[in-house]
């Protein structure tokens, strides 16, 4: 298991004591666990209240946890978007912001959230069929608003001088 530290963008800064770190592993099945943790998200952010998993599109516009997937030798990548609220997004690029398009989802991810002290986990675990197969490069990010409706961005890396997740540059951490 990898456990990977965030980093805000400076366009956005952190709300006081807000850290994010990413633990990632592989399932037995060869999917993916990404375990997302958002320290003292209860008093800085704001959180959407938890509902029925469900696809539901423009996540990025409050609280969200994304991951990026590209297989390695191409410009094509997969974005995912998991909300605190349980709901989630897939989405296909065949290049940078063009959308293509997404094959039918036959297992969605699953998404479950937990309480820790002031602390936010966000445990999305993605089948194996969404997954490239081969090598790829993930690229780990987070959207994060205030009750004032600020948001500060996260990522492993930022790769532009204002905040864009799908820059290529910012996939930066090989797929275990």
Partial sequence: MNLESL???PDGPPPDG???AVAIRRTDDGGLRLDYRLTRAFVNLLLPAATTPARTDELWRH???EAFIAPAGGSAYREFNFSPANCW???DFADYRQASAL???DTPPHIT???DSDDLWLCAELPATLLPAG?????LTVVAETPAGDKSYWALAHAGERPDFHLAASFTL???
Avoid: E, K
Avoid at 135 to 139: I, S
């Fill in 103 to 105: 094959p039918p989802i």
């Fill in 89 to 91: 997004a897939i989405y």
């Fill in 113 to 115: 959230c937990r309480r």
């Fill in 63 to 65: 609280t969200c946890c």
């Fill in 174 to 176: 090989p797929l275990p």
């Fill in 18 to 20: 807000l850290a994010v």
């Fill in 7 to 9: 980093r805000c963008h």
């Fill in 135 to 139: 090598a790829a490069h993930l690229g």
